[in-house]
């Protein structure tokens, strides 16, 4: 079955610490994106990807990283920068950044500080 | 700039009685629209969308939504609530000058359906 699929589906931190989650996808899509989603704010692009090497920052960038070494992966690591990670983690994909193009969503990583 | 706004935070209906969730957008160029569905603890589905094509979409499970330009409205119903329709529910606009379009979301509409 084609998808997008992320892991861990729970991830519990410890302040200082830095955490990676997982996308992987094989739709062969060329765009992936990294959302961030909180109660009553819908979701906040963290970063995305138009192709392999390549990726740019979204609108909370901040206390993120995420690499493209290969096009079927997207991971996202959240740093010690980040003040406030709690929140539901939603990576996506699509076949480019054209018009029309509809995402495809994981299932979404819920991180928790501790 | 894009930008798309909900008017509704929570919708509570009745089984059986008509949906009505209203999504405003703005845009300077022709958009791309599309309404995604979230149930508890899960990823987005796509319902349908609307990319200068018919005014009328028609999407899964029974939903439709109209584009009125003249409004800026991108408004989605469904004759009919079943008990399943519960769940968060996304609008979402996508535009851009030279090709990249990056998808803007509103901040969702909680369906709460009574049985």
């Known amino acids: 079955d084609g998808g997008i699929t992320q892991s861990p589906k729970y991830l519990f931190r410890k302040e200082g610490q830095n955490v990676t989650l997982s996308c992987e996808q094989n739709?062969?899509?060329?765009?992936m994106y990294w959302y961030r989603q909180d109660p009553g704010q819908g979701l906040r692009l963290i970063y995305y990807s138009q192709i392999v090497n390549d990726f740019q920052k979204g609108d909370i960038a901040e206390g993120y990283s995420v690499s493209r070494e290969k096009k079927e992966s997207f991971p996202l690591t959240v740093t010690s920068a980040q003040k406030n990670p709690t929140a539901f983690y939603l990576c996506?994909?699509?076949?480019?950044?054209?018009?029309?193009?509809?995402?495809?969503f994981g299932p979404g990583t819920r991180l928790t500080v501790l | 700039a894009q930008s798309v706004t909900q008017l509704d935070s929570h919708v509570s209906v009745s089984e059986g009685t008509p949906v009505l969730l209203r999504c405003n957008y703005s845009?300077?160029?022709?958009?791309?629209l599309f309404w995604y569905v979230q149930h508890p603890n899960k990823g987005l589905q796509l319902l349908l969308k609307y990319t200068s094509a018919a005014t009328l979409v028609k999407g899964i499970n029974g939903f439709e939504a109209e584009f009125k330009k003249s409004e800026t409205s991108f408004h989605l119903t469904k004759p009919s609530a079943h008990m399943s329709d519960a769940a968060e529910y996304f609008c979402?606009?996508?535009?851009?000058?030279?090709?990249?379009?990056?998808?803007?979301f509103g901040r969702g509409t909680s369906l709460i359906v009574h049985p």
């Open positions: 739709l062969n899509h060329d765009a």
């Open positions: 979402v606009v996508s535009d851009q000058p030279g090709g990249s379009y990056i998808p803007t």
């Open positions: 845009s300077s160029y022709s958009p791309s």
């Open positions: 996506a994909s699509s076949l480019g950044l054209a018009g029309g193009n509809e995402q495809f």
